[in-house]
Every structure is written in structure tokens, then in C-alpha cells.
């Protein structure tokens, strides 16, 4: 019966059924009336810019999660396709310096360089049925160590400038940034809503064994999760390299618990099976907006870290319940 619930689940539905809805409103009631400075119009836009990233890497996570999986790599594929576009795209050290084709070529490096990550993931954990939690571990401090060889390699920094203005405009642009992010999570959400692949990496997070049976290739479901992830994982580090106006690959290092945070806040389940964007989307404006109000108050940055690990334990213990019901 699980199983079926699984074929017709959808993102939205659960996106409404989840609590951090009402918890996003209150907490942003309780913000704009106790926090100064919080409600102006410059701060709010400043919480939904800053938070693009978190959202392209939390639905990368959404899929990953609802496959019983999990991509800990992540935050690092960030900053590797940050230095692999570096050493293409720079004006210094780059190899297509100053050429027109230098924004197309670093941009497909960049996704090419998330997509081979995550299919490296997810031949591991898909195909071979490695555990998530190691793979994805390891793949991540493989790739934060392949990043600072190669920026050293190719600039003797660890940061590399003087990229194409074209290419600073996708990430420093407002606009654009939105209009990049928030289109990649409604394709993500489409895909998870509208076609059967939704619906099949559903049943593999709920029962695999099942899910087998019914005809699902669940190898190749799990591993096309992870593929997903890493792209998402690029475009985040398109960006940030874009809004920095910088590649290095210490981008996105940070934002491994706002990712993982997000993503269970929204509603998707450590377990598996159930998730979806549209929630994933609320849980990275709540955190977004947690941090700002916390930030405003003058908190440290360790006691803003205490207090969202303990939101996100929270959330997990939740879940934890949600599951034994």
C-alpha cells in the first residue's frame, strides 16, 4: 500500500502538507515585528539573492534524499566547477583568455565537471550499491582536494580573477541569478511532478526491493538523482563564481547543513520516498531567512550555526516521528 501511496504522491501536495509552511510565517511575522530593519524592502531582497545558490543545491539534495540516498559532495562539485571555469575563462591565467568562446566553453566545463561528479556518485551509489554517506564523503574531499591542486597549478593562488564580464553579469545580476535558479527548480519540480521519473525515484526511496519488481530500474533511477545533484551543484557554483567575480574552490564549502537543512525542513525524508522542491523551496527561505534575522541581532557567526543545527535536529526529529506514524 506504501508502495502504490508512492506512485501517487506529489511534490506540491506534500509541499502543503508540510508544517514548515506555517512555521515560515510565523517566524517571518515574529522577525518583521521584533527585528529592525528585517521588513525593508533592501533586506528582504537581500534574503532572497543570497539564497538562490542554497536553493539550486537543496533541489539537487531533494532528489538525492527521496532516493534514500544522500550527496554530501556537493558543497565541493561547487567549488571545483568554480576553478575548472576559472582556468578557462580568466583573463590572467585562462586557456581561452580573451577569446568569444570563452563564456560558452567555461560554462559547459563547469556543468560538464557537476554532471561527471554526480554520475560518478551515482554509478557508486546506484549501480554498485556502495553506501551514499561514503561515496559521496569521499567523492567530496577528493573534489575540494582536485580544486586546490588545480587553481595551484594553474595560478599559484588559491583564487583566480579577471573573469569575462558576460559571465560576472549571470551572477551579479539580480535578475539573471533569479531567473537562472528558479528556473532550474521548476524544472526539477516539473520533473518530479509531471513524468514518470518522479514517480519511479519515489517508489525507489520508498521500498527498492519493490520497486524492482515492478519493472523500475533502480540503479539507473539512483543514479540519474545524483547526476542531477552535481548539475544543480554547477549552476550554484556559476553563480557564486559570477557574484564573487572570483573562482575558487572554497565556494559553497559552508553551505553543507544549510543544504541538508533545507532540504528536511521542506519536508523530504531522510528515509526516502517523500519530498518534493516546492517544499524544498520553503525550507531554503526559512533558513535564509533565520540567518538574516540572527545576523540583524549580531549574534556570532557560532552561535547562528548552534542555533540553525538546532532548528534542522528539530526538523529531523520530526521527520523521525513522522516516519514511526
Given at each position: 500500500?506504501?508502495?502504490?501511496?508512492?506512485?501517487?504522491?506529489?511534490?506540491?501536495?506534500?509541499?502543503?502538507?508540510?508544517?514548515?509552511?506555517?512555521?515560515?510565517?510565523?517566524?517571518?511575522?515574529?522577525?518583521?515585528?521584533a527585528v529592525p530593519g528585517f521588513a525593508s524592502a533592501a533586506n528582504i531582497s537581500a534574503i532572497l539573492i543570497s539564497s538562490l545558490p542554497l536553493l539550486l543545491l537543496a533541489t539537487g539534495q531533494t532528489f538525492v534524499l527521496i532516493a534514500?540516498?544522500?550527496?554530501?559532495?556537493?558543497?565541493?562539485?561547487?567549488?571545483?566547477?568554480?576553478?575548472?571555469?576559472?582556468?578557462?575563462?580568466?583573463?590572467?591565467?585562462?586557456?581561452?583568455?580573451?577569446?568569444?568562446?570563452?563564456?560558452?566553453?567555461?560554462?559547459?566545463?563547469?556543468?560538464?565537471?557537476?554532471?561527471?561528479?554526480?554520475?560518478?556518485?551515482?554509478?557508486?551509489?546506484?549501480?554498485?550499491?556502495?553506501?551514499?554517506?561514503?561515496?559521496?564523503?569521499?567523492?567530496?574531499?577528493?573534489?575540494?582536494?582536485?580544486?586546490?591542486?588545480?587553481?595551484?597549478?594553474?595560478?599559484?593562488?588559491?583564487?583566480?580573477?579577471?573573469?569575462?564580464?558576460?559571465?560576472?553579469?549571470?551572477?551579479?545580476?539580480?535578475?539573471?541569478?533569479?531567473?537562472?535558479?528558479?528556473?532550474?527548480?521548476?524544472?526539477?519540480?516539473?520533473?518530479?511532478?509531471?513524468?514518470?521519473?518522479?514517480?519511479?525515484?519515489?517508489?525507489?526511496?520508498?521500498?527498492?526491493?519493490?520497486?524492482?519488481?515492478?519493472?523500475?530500474?533502480?540503479?539507473?533511477?539512483?543514479?540519474?538523482?545524483?547526476?542531477?545533484?552535481?548539475?544543480?551543484?554547477?549552476?550554484?557554483?556559476?553563480?557564486?563564481?559570477?557574484?564573487?567575480?572570483?573562482?575558487?574552490?572554497?565556494?559553497?564549502?559552508?553551505?553543507?547543513?544549510?543544504?541538508?537543512?533545507?532540504?528536511?525542513?521542506?519536508?523530504?525524508?531522510?528515509?526516502?520516498?517523500?519530498?518534493?522542491?516546492?517544499?524544498?523551496?520553503?525550507?531554503?527561505?526559512?533558513?535564509?531567512?533565520?540567518?538574516?534575522?540572527?545576523?540583524?541581532?549580531?549574534?556570532?557567526?557560532?552561535?547562528?550555526?548552534?542555533?540553525?543545527?538546532?532548528?534542522?535536529?528539530?526538523?529531523?526529529?520530526?521527520?523521525?516521528?513522522?516516519?514511526?506514524?
Amino acid at each position: 500500500m506504501r508502495f502504490a501511496a508512492a506512485l501517487r504522491a506529489g511534490p506540491i501536495a506534500e509541499a502543503i502538507r508540510a508544517p514548515i509552511l506555517l512555521l515560515w510565517a510565523g517566524a517571518a511575522l515574529a522577525f518583521a515585528l521584533a527585528v529592525p530593519g528585517f521588513a525593508s524592502a533592501a533586506n528582504i531582497s537581500a534574503i532572497l539573492i543570497s539564497s538562490l545558490p542554497l536553493l539550486l543545491l537543496a533541489t539537487g539534495q531533494t532528489f538525492v534524499l527521496i532516493a534514500a540516498g544522500i550527496d554530501l559532495s556537493a558543497p565541493a562539485i561547487v567549488g571545483l566547477a568554480s576553478v575548472v571555469g576559472g582556468i578557462v575563462m580568466s583573463g590572467d591565467e585562462g586557456w581561452l583568455a580573451g577569446r568569444a568562446a570563452a563564456v560558452p566553453a567555461g560554462l559547459f566545463a563547469m556543468l560538464a565537471t557537476g554532471a561527471l561528479a554526480g554520475l560518478g556518485n551515482g554509478l557508486c551509489a546506484g549501480m554498485l550499491r556502495m553506501p551514499a554517506f561514503m561515496v559521496t564523503l569521499v567523492s567530496g574531499m577528493f573534489a575540494g582536494g582536485l580544486a586546490v591542486l588545480l587553481v595551484r597549478l594553474a595560478a599559484g593562488t588559491e583564487t583566480m580573477f579577471a573573469l569575462p564580464r558576460a559571465f560576472v553579469a549571470i551572477g551579479s545580476s539580480p535578475a539573471a541569478a533569479a531567473l537562472v535558479a528558479c528556473g532550474c527548480a521548476l524544472a526539477a519540480g516539473g520533473l518530479l511532478e509531471r513524468i514518470r521519473y518522479g514517480r519511479m525515484l519515489r517508489a525507489v526511496g520508498y521500498n527498492p526491493l519493490a520497486a524492482r519488481v515492478s519493472g523500475v530500474p533502480v540503479g539507473m533511477v539512483t543514479a540519474a538523482a545524483y547526476v542531477v545533484s552535481g548539475t544543480l551543484a554547477a549552476v550554484a557554483a556559476v553563480l557564486l563564481t559570477g557574484h564573487l567575480e572570483t573562482a575558487s574552490p572554497t565556494h559553497g564549502r559552508q553551505l553543507l547543513l544549510d543544504v541538508i537543512g533545507a532540504t528536511v525542513i521542506g519536508g523530504t525524508s531522510l528515509k526516502g520516498g517523500r519530498g518534493g522542491v516546492w517544499g524544498t523551496a520553503v525550507g531554503v527561505l526559512f533558513l535564509a531567512m533565520l540567518g538574516n534575522a540572527l545576523t540583524l541581532l549580531n549574534l556570532s557567526d557560532f552561535m547562528i550555526t548552534m542555533l540553525k543545527g538546532l532548528v534542522i535536529l528539530v526538523a529531523a526529529i520530526v521527520d523521525s516521528a513522522r516516519e514511526r506514524r
